[in-house]
T-cell receptor, first 114, second 118 residues
């Protein structure tokens, strides 16, 4: 079956622009995670959804970052007024349910803020 | 808070040889999961191997095995008979055993770049 997909794969934004990054999880997966991966670093947790409920947003770096999953499937990560430090790869992962099950990762969206 | 440390930024191995990637972690929890993930240049992260902390037996998956030392909080990955396709970034990761809500997240190390020489 299809894996986790993300779009766009690459995004270039001018500083101050708003961006929206999309994640399509594996069908039937209840849990969805967003991670931010800076160049040469490991992914860092941003936020977690169980169905449509955002259970943890402790990793969001500022109030410019907002995530939603209104129908419990597709998720969107929105970054308002982008800054150069937002440049990173944004990874989405989904799992069947919660922590026990394996997290399957998407290919990521590489965001470059100029 | 848990931390994961991978102190070797790069390693190189000759094809068909064996290589060991190191990882240490810090946690106050007694039960947890540890993982090694592989991220090839295409960037899609895939799970290589998983270890439950309550299991004494080291996990193995074909050519991949771990050396889990709970007291030392060490979790190394051994790749036997290295292949060109093993070249990638490898990340060590931690997850709480109590996998409800916020505890479901993975905490990653900085990763290590493995190159395989033909």
């Amino acid at each position: 079956g299809a894996g986790v997909s993300q779009s766009p794969r690459y995004k270039v934004a001018k500083r101050g622009q708003d961006v929206a990054l999309r994640c399509d999880p594996i069908s039937g997966h209840v849990s969805l995670f967003w991670y931010q991966q800076a160049l040469g670093q490991g992914p860092e947790f941003l936020t977690y959804f169980q169905n449509e409920a955002q259970l943890d947003k402790s990793g969001l770096p500022s109030d410019r970052f907002f995530a939603e999953r209104p129908e419990g499937s597709v998720s969107t990560l929105k970054i308002q007024r982008t800054q150069q430090e937002d440049s990173a790869v944004y990874l989405c992962a989904s799992s069947l349910r919660g922590g026990y099950y394996e997290q399957y990762f998407g290919p990521g969206t590489r965001l470059t803020v100029t | 808070a848990q931390t994961v440390t991978q102190s070797q930024p790069e390693m190189s191995v000759q094809e068909a040889e064996t290589v060991t990637l190191s990882c240490t972690y810090d946690t106050s929890e007694s039960d947890y999961y540890l993982f090694w993930y592989k991220q090839p240049p295409s960037r899609q992260m895939i799970l290589v191997i998983r270890q439950e902390a309550y299991k004494q037996q080291n996990a193995t998956e074909n050519r991949f095995s771990v050396n889990f030392q709970k007291a030392a909080k060490s979790f190394s990955l051994k790749i036997s008979d290295s292949q060109l396709g093993d070249a990638a970034m490898y990340f060590c990761a931690y997850r709480s055993f109590h996998h409800t809500g916020a505890n479901s997240k993975l905490t990653f190390g900085k990763g290590i770049t493995l190159s395989v020489r033909p």
